[in-house]
C-alpha cells in the first residue's frame, strides 16, 4: 500500500534534518511490503525548515512539501491529509509529529497493527506498555488524563483509551467519508474530531502502546487556549449528536403517528371498504375485513414514507 507520514512544521529545521534520515535510513527499510512517502507541511517556517527539506528532497524522491500560512496544526494536517489523498495516491497516512516526542521506530508497528487488520491504529500512551514522559510535572499529567477521561464520557467512548493521541495511522477511505473543510477546530482539537467521525464509520481499531516523550529541540506549542479548545470541540460534537438522536425520535415519532392515523381514518371514512367492494365485484378478492385493513395498511405506511422524507429534506435540516 501507498503510505504517507504526514509532518507538519514550524520552526524545526533542527528536528527535520536529523529526523528524515533516520526514516529514510533505519525506519522505511524495514517496512518490506509498503511504499513508503514523507509529506512535510511546513508554515512557511522562518528558520529555513523548507530549504532543509528541499535539500532532501535531491536525495530521496519519495519525500514532497507542502508549503502555506501558519493557520494552526488541525488546517496543516487536513492540508497534508488532502494533498497526499489526492496528488500522492496515498491509501493510508500516518499522523506524526516532527518534534520526536512521537518515537519515528513505532511507525513499523503501526503498520504491523494495520497489516493484522486494523483501519485505524492510535499510539496509545494509556495503554500497557505505553507512558508519558517523566519530566511532566503533576498538573500536567492530570490535565492529559483529565482531558481524556472528559471526552471518553461526553462522547461515551470507553473502548479507547487515548483519545488525544496524535500517532495515528489511518487508512484514506476512512478520511474521504468525513468533511474534513469543516472540522471544529484548526488547531490540536481536530485529533477528537476526526477521531469521533472515523469511529462513527465502525472501523476495526487497534492502540499500540507508545511511549510519548518530552521535546528535545524547541519549546511545546500546547497553549492554554488548546486546552479550552479541546473541551469546546468535545462539547459541539455532543449536541451534533443529541440533534441526530432528537431527528430520529421526532421523524420516526411523527412517521409512526401519520401511519397509524391515516390507516385508522381510511378504515373508519369507509375508504378502504369502498376500494375492497370493487375488487370483490371484479372478482379479484372475497374476504372484505381482512382486505380493506390491509388497504388501510397500506395508505398508512405510504403516508409514513411521504412524511419522513418531508420531514428529512424540509424540516428538521439542522445537522
Request: charged residues 25%; proline residues 3%; hydrophobic residues 45%.
Amino acid at each position: 500500500m501507498r503510505i504517507t507520514v504526514i509532518l507538519p512544521t514550524y520552526n524545526e529545521r533542527v528536528n527535520i534534518k536529523k529526523l528524515i534520515p533516520i526514516l529514510e535510513e533505519e525506519i522505511f527499510p524495514k517496512i518490506k511490503n509498503h511504499n513508503m512517502h514523507i509529506l512535510v507541511v511546513d508554515d512557511n517556517s522562518p528558520d529555513g525548515t523548507a530549504e532543509e527539506v528541499k535539500e532532501f528532497t535531491k536525495k530521496w524522491e519519495n519525500i514532497a512539501i507542502l508549503l502555506a500560512e501558519k493557520q494552526g496544526l488541525g488546517a496543516a494536517y487536513v492540508r497534508g491529509m488532502r494533498y497526499a489523498m489526492d496528488k500522492m495516491e496515498a491509501e493510508v497516512v500516518i499522523e506524526f509529529d516532527a518534534d520526536f516526542q512521537h518515537d519515528p521506530h513505532d511507525i513499523p508497528r503501526l503498520i504491523e497493527a494495520m497489516d493484522n487488520g486494523a483501519d485505524y491504529v492510535i499510539g496509545s500512551r494509556y495503554v500497557l506498555g505505553g507512558g508519558i514522559p517523566k519530566e511532566w510535572k503533576i498538573h500536567r499529567k492530570i490535565i492529559s488524563r483529565f482531558g481524556g477521561l472528559f471526552a471518553q464520557i461526553v462522547l461515551w467512548t470507553w473502548n479507547i483509551h487515548d483519545m488525544t493521541s496524535g500517532y495515528k495511522l489511518t487508512k484514506t477511505s476512512l478520511l474521504r467519508n468525513i468533511d474534513l473543510d469543516h472540522l471544529y477546530s484548526k488547531y490540536y482539537a481536530y485529533k477528537l474530531h476526526i477521531l469521533h467521525d472515523v469511529l462513527l464509520q465502525k472501523p476495526k481499531v487497534v492502540e499500540v502502546p507508545i511511549i510519548f516523550y518530552e521535546r528535545k529541540e524547541g519549546s511545546s506549542k500546547i497553549t492554554q487556549k488548546d486546552l479550552l479548545d479541546s473541551f469546546w470541540v468535545v462539547i459541539r460534537l455532543r449536541i451534533r449528536d443529541s440533534k441526530r438522536l432528537i431527528k430520529f425520535l421526532v421523524v420516526g415519532g411523527t412517521g409512526f403517528i401519520v401511519q397509524v392515523v391515516t390507516q385508522e381514518s381510511s378504515i373508519h371514512l369507509g375508504i378502504t371498504a369502498f376500494i375492497t367492494n370493487i375488487l370483490i365485484n371484479h372478482g379479484l378478492v372475497t374476504d372484505l375485513t381482512s382486505v380493506s385493513h390491509s388497504i388501510g395498511a397500506g395508505f398508512g405506511a405510504e403516508a409514513a414514507i411521504i412524511s419522513n422524507f418531508l420531514f428529512n429534506n424540509f424540516c428538521m435540516g439542522f445537522v
